[in-house]
């Protein structure tokens, strides 16, 4: 779990990274002082704890107990937060609490927000070598695990009408390594992970940057340190937490942002493929 494999701990830094794997959520959002006091350490052992684990100091361990959150969280619990947040939300003065209006106003307001955050959170270099590398590959592979997967294949479908051979893939235990012995040397992978990078979806990661060095991941969790290392490339997506709106919507967002991009690279290109597109719409449209 840690970026530091089997790293040599007192027992003091072990209780700090045991109550991190218990409770990631209270780790990501105490101070370090309400750490050392609900471990019964000090602060001192707190952030040397988070250096022996592999991160530069509490606020990156911090960050990364926050991105593993998802993992443990079910889905009432989280559906559960953003109706808080939708309850929260200010609304208009006029309307009355609890209409279908003022819910739908809330919820689009908290899209749009995650919808602008994008531009504060992403590394824009990063995004511009993305559009460039995904524009000059010879194929495309969207990765993706759940909603994940959704997104990956609706990035499929843009890209595919930019000219480009896009193809969405999923995995997860086993069905992993067929996914990663599909890609090569030349491909491209964008991996779609909006909220956390999970398990499986690591474990992608390592095996296909033995393959291919042009990794592009999109999500508000920070990487793996290796990862990282590997050659991994993080397009951040802004913290959807406390947010009424889903996490798909600044993923889509991003991706909706590079295909504009790649489209402005290679216009000729990206009009031929919608022409023929919309012929065969038009074809099964009669």
């Known amino acids: 779990m840690w970026p530091v494999d089997a790293p040599e701990l007192t027992r003091q830094e072990e209780a700090i990274a045991h109550y991190a794997l218990e409770d990631p959520l209270t780790f990501?959002?105490?101070?370090?002082?309400?750490?050392?006091?609900?471990?019964?350490?000090?602060?001192?052992?707190?952030?040397?704890?988070?250096?022996?684990?592999?991160?530069?100091?509490?606020?990156?361990?911090?960050?990364?107990?926050?991105?593993?959150?998802?993992?443990?969280?079910?889905?009432q619990?989280?559906?559960?937060g953003r109706l808080d947040a939708l309850?929260?939300?200010?609304?208009?003065?006029?309307?009355?609490?609890?209409?279908?209006?003022?819910?739908?106003?809330?919820?689009l307001r908290s899209a749009a927000n995650l919808v602008l955050g994008v531009e504060e959170s992403v590394d824009w270099s990063a995004?511009?070598?993305?559009?460039?590398?995904?524009?000059?590959?010879?194929?495309?592979i969207v990765y993706g695990l759940g909603t994940g997967y959704s997104i990956a294949q609706y990035a499929e479908i843009?890209?595919?009408r930019l000219g480009l051979d896009a193809r969405a893939t999923t995995g997860g235990g086993h069905a992993n390594a067929q996914a990663a012995f599909q890609v090569v040397a030349d491909d491209v992978v964008l991996v779609v992970a909006p909220r956390a990078i999970f398990p499986d979806i690591e474990r992608f990661l390592a095996a296909v940057l033995r393959t291919t060095q042009h990794v592009y991941v999109i999500t508000q969790a920070s990487l793996p340190s290796a990862l990282h290392s590997a050659g991994a490339c993080a397009l951040r997506l802004p913290s959807s937490g406390g947010s009424g709106a889903t996490d798909a919507v600044g993923a889509i967002a991003l991706l909706d942002a590079l295909v504009a991009e790649i489209a402005r690279r290679h216009p000729r290109r990206a009009l031929e493929a919608r022409t023929i597109a919309q012929a065969y719409r038009d074809e099964f449209s009669r």
């Open 127 to 140: 995004v511009e070598d993305a559009a460039i590398r995904l524009g000059e590959s010879p194929r495309v």
């Open 77 to 80: 619990s989280v559906l559960s």
């Open 158 to 160: 843009e890209l595919s």
């Open 87 to 107: 309850d929260a939300d200010d609304g208009s003065p006029a309307d009355p609490p609890h209409t279908t209006r003022r819910t739908v106003t809330s919820a």
């Open 28 to 75: 990501a959002t105490s101070s370090g002082s309400a750490i050392a006091t609900r471990t019964k350490t000090s602060e001192a052992s707190v952030a040397r704890a988070a250096k022996k684990l592999g991160f530069g100091n509490v606020k990156e361990m911090k960050t990364f107990c926050a991105s593993r959150v998802q993992e443990t969280a079910n889905l």
